[in-house]
């Protein structure tokens, strides 16, 4: 039997277990172990957004109601019918938070495969492809625990930061971001921060919770931090770019409202703030758009080259990862757990927003 965690789709805290009889394979396809994925309020946002972005597609439940939230992680393949997958081979990449996966490897090369499932072959290819630990230039069996957390969710920090610079920030002498404490928000305070000292960026304001605001404030990746409340406190003389990482609509309203005209972007990327999830329209200022990281990637990939692009981003992921783990005043703990009832309690404390901004969870069902 095969365990897979799915949730509702309309309800992200309707959980089950949804268990199969493991299928025979079919030729072509791999079998593989699941042995370790991040939970974090990344994936929230997966669900939350699960709809409108197609993430319920990737690992279809076979029920309407019901979704597979994706998670990053590694998994070691444990049966093979696929001609250049071995079993025994490791590999990084996009799976359900499940015990095994079973994935139909296409365009296999050195370094890689694309899963080539029917149902996936129209979803974005950055989310298909499955790297071989072996060649990964980046991989490291000790860093297998902050690959899986920061990973995914500094290429979007690096993305954001890229795309803001590629606008010339709009316009904007500042940059404000929500659900500071987040992966993502700081990730990209850190690449904003850095790109000051380098090339003359903005500042950037960090906004969170009263709860998690010695936190980021001890980041030191902020020019300022700044409590939800006291929002209106800034001034809003300075023109503003806005990085919502929360999906707040009471707080994008109120910024909207305070900035007014002097809101030159407004820039929707998470929804760590689920049940407060709005539409934005109506709002004074500019309509928020939707970041999608892959589309920043595909232009630049273009522009550059893969390999640039691999060397620009590997240079800042090496940069940052030696900050976050800075051993006098590291960013992370880790905290791992096993077993189903781990992720049902590591899942409902990030729904409610009770895992502690310092803590990055690691998982295996």
């Not at 049966?79 to 081979?89: K, L, P, Q, T």
């Not at 931090?225 to 707080?251: I, Q, T």
């Not at 758009?289 to 240079?315: I, N, S, Y």
Request: charged residues 20%.
């Amino acid at each position: 039997m095969t365990a897979t965690f799915t949730v509702g789709r309309t309800d992200l805290r309707h959980t089950r277990w949804q268990e199969r009889p493991a299928a025979p394979l079919e030729v072509g396809a791999v079998r593989l172990r699941i042995d370790r994925f991040a939970l974090t309020s990344n994936n929230i946002t997966y669900g939350a957004f699960g709809e409108g972005m197609s993430y319920w597609s990737f690992f279809p439940t076979g029920d309407v109601d019901t979704g597979c939230i994706p998670v990053w992680g590694f998994a070691t393949v444990v049966e093979s019918r696929c001609e250049g997958v071995a079993v025994g081979e490791r590999f990084y990449g996009y799976y359900p938070i499940a015990d095994e996966v079973v994935l139909h490897p296409v365009a296999v090369d050195a370094h890689r495969f694309i899963d080539g499932a029917p149902h996936r072959r129209e979803l974005h290819g950055v989310y298909n492809q499955y790297l071989r630990c072996s060649s990964d230039p980046l991989y490291r069996p000790d860093d297998e625990d902050v690959l899986a957390l920061y990973r995914p969710l500094f290429t979007t920090s690096f993305l954001i930061d890229d795309f803001l610079a590629d606008n010339a920030f709009f316009g904007a002498g500042e940059v404000l971001l929500s659900s500071a404490s987040s992966k993502t928000a700081y990730g990209l305070g850190f690449c904003l921060a850095a790109r000051r000292v380098a090339s003359g960026g903005v500042p950037s304001i960090g906004l969170t919770s009263p709860a998690n605001l010695a936190f980021t404030a001890g980041l030191g990746c902020y020019d300022d931090v700044v409590a939800y409340a006291d929002v209106s406190r800034l001034s809003p003389d300075v023109a503003a770019v806005y990085v919502d990482m929360s999906g707040d609509a009471a707080l994008r309203e109120a910024i909207h409202g305070h900035w007014q005209d002097r809101l030159t972007y407004s820039c929707s990327v998470g929804g760590t703030h689920w049940e407060g999830l709005g539409t934005g329209k109506g709002l004074p200022g500019p309509r928020p758009v939707l970041f999608f990281a892959p589309a920043q990637a595909k232009k630049r990939v273009a522009e550059w080259g893969p390999a640039a692009f691999q060397d620009r981003l590997g240079a800042a992921w090496a940069a940052f990862l030696t900050r976050a783990r800075d051993p006098a005043r590291p960013w992370l703990q880790v905290v791992t757990g096993r077993g189903r009832e781990a992720v049902e309690s590591t899942y409902s404390a990030l729904l409610e927003g009770q895992v502690p901004a310092n803590e990055g969870r690691i998982l295996a069902v």
